[in-house]
């Protein structure tokens, strides 16, 4: 069974940073290009980065260009998104999201929350 | 302002079917057979729900069903159930976009 949990949210201060982290299993990770897409509290779905299978390749969505960096670590079945400079508008939830050569997203965590509040 | 058009709210009564629209333009809905729809219960992890326009992954009922039209995609549900109620998201393929899709805004589906 394909599972991806994330974990590393919390509360922080504007101007300050958190690590997201998604473990993945079921699935042969390395084999698959992994996103970000956060859910901002009363806002839809906003896609926030991408990064290829083997982690050599990274985008990001111009909001958080700068300031955010995305990684993975295929031996240990790891996602993770490195948040730094953040600020209030940068509030949602966290959701991994494997891609498929569909380019749709077939497998979700059930998301991880940051609240970034002075 | 979402890429993809979506009405904002639809509702219906148990049993009874409805139609979510999902309005892009030639460069992602039209041009490509990768149209995908999500549901999306608050608080739990957004499911797949139809991918390529029209297919269903496995485990997915039967009463969604996906179709296409011009820049015009459409997620049907029939038969609703008072389950079927969260949000529903299309997502198009793309080469326009550094993430290589675009979202549409949502849909918040009522059960009445």
């Not at chain 1, 993975?72 to 891609?99: G, I, P």
């Not at chain 2, 389950?83 to 589906?109: H, Q, R």
Request: net charge neutral; with cysteine.
């Amino acid at each position: 069974e394909v599972q991806l949990v994330e974990s590393g949210g919390g509360v922080v201060r504007p101007g300050g940073s958190l690590r997201l982290s998604c473990a993945a299993s079921g699935f042969s990770f390395n084999d698959y290009g992994m996103n970000w897409v956060r859910q901002a509290p009363g806002k839809g779905l906003e896609w926030v980065s991408r990064i290829n299978w083997s982690g050599d390749s990274a985008r990001y969505a111009d909001s958080v260009k700068g300031r955010f960096t995305i990684s993975r670590d295929n031996a240990k079945n790891s996602l993770y998104l490195q948040m730094d400079s953040l600020r209030v508008e940068d509030t949602a939830f966290y959701y991994c999201a494997r891609r498929d050569s569909s380019a749709s997203y077939d497998y979700w965590g059930q998301g991880t929350l940051v609240t970034v509040s002075s | 302002q979402s890429a993809l058009t979506q009405p904002a709210s639809v509702s219906g009564s148990p049993g009874q079917s409805i139609t979510i629209s999902c309005t892009g333009t030639s460069s992602d809905v039209g041009g490509y057979n990768y149209v995908s729809w999500y549901q999306h219960h608050p608080g739990k992890a957004p499911k797949l729900m139809i991918y390529e326009v029209s297919y269903r992954p496995s485990g997915v009922s039967n009463r969604f069903s996906g179709s296409k039209s011009g820049n015009r995609a459409s997620l049907t549900i029939s038969g609703l159930q008072a389950e079927d109620e969260a949000d529903y998201y299309c997502i198009s393929y793309t080469t326009t976009t550094t993430s290589g899709v675009v979202f549409g805004g949502g849909t918040k589906l009522t059960v009445l």
